[in-house]
């Protein structure tokens, strides 16, 4: 069974800067598609950012430029780094990987694998 595990989520002030890790258990395929999703309170889980298996990545308009994706195949681990963090980036923050059905490169429904999010309380 595939596991992933976030981690580096924690509280931050606004204009701050936070990178997310997410360990992924086996080195298999399907590392070739990895992503960041996001879930606010009361929200649906939307879709940040995501690395494909030609390295093409693929980001929220809101995001783009400022938390680009990257993967360390030989640790096993996708990161997020998130700059210039404000309070509406407040939310849950889940790692995933595999496809399951391709639906769009941020679908969460395109996604088989999760991890089980951490969060990223950002304050004013």
């Known amino acids: 069974q595939v596991r992933l595990v976030e981690s580096g989520g924690g509280s931050v002030q606004a204009g701050g800067s936070v990178r997310l890790s997410c360990a992924i258990s086996k080195n298999t395929a399907i590392k070739y598609w990895m992503a960041w999703f996001h879930q606010a309170p009361g929200k649906e889980r939307e879709g940040v950012a995501a690395i494909g298996p030609d390295s093409m990545t693929y980001y929220a308009g809101s995001v783009k430029g400022r938390f680009p994706i990257s993967p360390d195949n030989a640790q096993n681990t996708l990161y997020l780094q998130m700059n210039s963090l404000n309070p509406a980036h407040t939310a849950l923050y889940y790692c995933?990987?595999?496809?399951?059905?391709?639906?769009?490169?941020?679908?969460?429904?395109?996604?088989?694998?999760w991890g089980q999010g951490t969060p990223v309380p950002v304050s004013s």
């Open positions: 995933a990987a595999g496809l399951v059905r391709w639906r769009g490169p941020l679908r969460p429904d395109s996604c088989a694998n």
